[in-house]
């Protein structure tokens, strides 16, 4: 299985989110833990493996600089590509949901401004 770390942020493109491969013996649910506990202001450390690197890296993540993150856990396919590009054609088009996100708070935000008037 391949683990990932996904950030996204108003501040990037639409499906431009940053996608970090977690270390093989990373505990996912502690990495989870770890960010939905986060202070603001506060860096969590996650052990990441960067393309084409051996050695386990941390990177250093303040989630609420981030309007959402996820934790994936995706199974490898024999004889498939480098383990990032490979990742990038399993995941889901993370742009088109968080479009569907925010095109949704965007009416809810439009039918609030309505009610007011």
Do not use: N
Request: no cysteine; aromatic share 6%; hydrophobic share 45%.
């Amino acid at each position: 299985m391949a683990k990932y770390l996904v950030l996204y942020s108003s501040a990037h493109r639409t499906g431009q989110e940053l996608r970090w491969r977690l270390a093989t013996d990373v505990d996912l649910e502690d990495v989870r833990r770890r960010l939905d506990e986060a202070e603001q202001g506060e860096f969590v450390k996650v052990p990441v493996v960067l393309e084409d690197e051996l050695e386990t890296l941390l990177l250093r993540v303040q989630p609420h600089k981030f309007g959402a993150w996820l934790v994936l856990d995706l199974p490898e396919v024999a004889g498939s590509p480098a383990p990032l590009l490979a990742a990038r054609a399993r995941m889901p088009d993370f742009g088109q949901i968080f479009r569907q996100v925010h095109e949704a708070a965007d009416a809810v935000r439009e039918s609030k401004r309505q009610q007011r008037k």
